[in-house]
């Protein structure tokens, strides 16, 4: 158990529908990132919160959002939902040293 | 921006004989090159690390190598297990400042009893 948890594990909706993905970083990490995992793909960066404030940001589409709260949970948001948006997101958090600590992910499927 | 670039994307071994997987990285700024084991289904989890002051670091059965001047770090696995099998994934970031963990695109690594 990395101490990272992601809500829901698995999610099915229709192509068009917005959906929200919840984590919660190991207590005591500030930062949180996001990636998306494709089937047989590698992970894509979409973007990394501190401590509340957006820190970089990499390939994340504009039908995307994130916020990092003050109890520093973070919320990934989805909409205008495609086909190809299914895929498994992965939240981590990190203290700041470098290691990232991943949680199990919350798989999407978009039909 | 930064790049990762990882080879092989597949790579099959017998057991006990040895796997490398190497990796290059364009931001030259990059001083932190973990390695992440990821089985199937599952998160990834970090197997080892290496920072830009070191050229290489070990733990049992796994090494890491860097050569920062010719940003190029590779993962060498020796008396290879069939719990091995798994995909391996390299990456590097800046420790301070943007810590953006920029994956390579992943190595799929098959032990063959």
């Known amino acids: 158990d990395s101490g990272v948890t992601q809500t829901p594990k698995h999610l099915i909706t229709a192509t068009g529908q917005r959906v929200t993905l919840r984590c919660s970083p190991r207590?005591?990490?500030?930062?949180v990132y996001w990636y998306q995992q494709s089937l047989d793909q590698g992970l894509q960066f979409l973007i990394q919160y501190y401590n509340g404030e957006e820190r970089a940001k990499g390939n994340i589409l504009e039908r995307f959002s994130a916020q990092q709260f003050p109890d520093l949970h973070s919320e990934l948001n989805l909409s205008s939902l495609e086909l190809g948006d299914s895929a498994l997101y992965f939240c981590?958090?990190?203290?700041?040293?470098?290691?990232?600590?991943f949680g199990e992910g919350s798989r999407l499927t978009v039909l | 921006g930064e790049n990762v670039e990882q080879h092989p994307s597949t790579l099959s071994v017998q057991e006990g004989d040895s796997a490398v997987i190497k990796c290059t990285y364009s931001?030259?700024?990059?001083?932190?090159f973990p390695w992440y084991k990821q089985e199937l289904g599952k998160r990834p989890q970090l197997i080892i690390d290496?920072?830009?002051?070191?050229g290489e670091k070990k733990d049992q059965r796994i090494a890491v190598t860097l050569n920062k001047t010719a940003k190029h770090f590779s993962l060498h696995i020796t008396e290879t297990q069939p719990e091995d099998s798994a995909v391996y994934f390299c990456?590097?970031?800046?420790?301070?400042?943007?810590?953006?963990?920029?994956f390579g695109q992943g190595t799929r690594l098959t032990i063959n009893p």
């Open positions: 981590a958090s990190s203290l700041g040293t470098g290691e990232l600590f």
């Open positions: 290496i920072r830009s002051n070191v």
């Open positions: 931001d030259s700024a990059s001083n932190y």
């Open positions: 207590s005591g990490d500030l930062s």
């Open positions: 990456a590097a970031s800046r420790v301070q400042g943007a810590q953006k963990l920029v």
